[in-house]
């Protein structure tokens, strides 16, 4: 295993790093949305995020990227591989991070909620002091494990043509006839990966307001 190969895996992080980063950030922008469905008395909202949760948490990954990818050019939208995977990683953790954040919305004590009603604070004081550092606390954790799973989930999105960390391994393997090393390899740069992220979610969490030090 030389070096030269070894930099063509951490090159192909790269994009392991970036598909997974916006959309972990693209699913947690959707999971707000779909939790205050899940959390809303009207069954207008509530039951499509139900089957929106379902049909995505049901459904494996890597059949989820292979529909998206033959579904837009189908409807006309003629985008990348790399926009298909994004799409496709997006909506699958969106329903993911809804259910840990509706789980913390309702684990919000309702004295709390109560007692601000009665200090006088808007209901939009009360969801950005109250609901949501609360509810963002004790879902952190389940937030960070969520993103840990979409890095390494991210290695599926090779059958839709992106070359990241498993699809150069692969394509180095099947040229170098090395695959012990080659994997060996890309297996030390994901385990690289996701012990940066735990340690950065440990260390966030614990400056969390409330936070036990």
Not at 114 to 140: C, H, V
Not at 178 to 198: D, K
Request: hydrophobic share 55%; proline share 5%; aromatic share 10%.
């Amino acid at each position: 295993m030389t070096f030269k190969l070894f930099n063509l895996l951490v090159q192909a992080s790269v994009w392991t790093i970036g598909i997974s980063a916006i959309s972990i950030a693209i699913g947690f922008i959707l999971a707000l949305g779909l939790s205050a469905a899940l959390l809303s008395a009207r069954k207008l909202y509530r039951r499509p995020a139900e089957f929106f949760i379902s049909f995505f948490r049901g459904v494996p990954l890597l059949v989820q990227l292979l529909l998206i990818y033959n579904l837009l050019p189908f409807i006309g939208l003629n985008v990348p591989s790399i926009v298909a995977a994004i799409v496709g990683m997006s909506l699958c953790t969106a329903a993911y991070q809804a259910e840990n954040l509706r789980g913390g919305f309702e684990s919000v004590p309702k004295g709390f909620i109560e007692a601000a009603d009665m200090a006088g604070l808007s209901p939009r004081q009360i969801f950005m002091r109250i609901k949501a550092p609360i509810a963002l606390r004790l879902t952190f954790p389940a937030l960070v494990n969520e993103a840990i799973m979409i890095l390494k989930s991210s290695s599926l999105v090779s059958v839709v043509g992106i070359v990241e960390i498993t699809r150069m391994a692969q394509d180095l393997a099947s040229s170098t006839y090395m695959p012990i090393e080659i994997f060996s390899s890309a297996a030390i740069i994901y385990l690289a990966i996701c012990s940066i992220v735990a340690m950065t979610g440990k260390y966030v969490e614990r400056s969390l307001p409330g936070a036990t030090k």
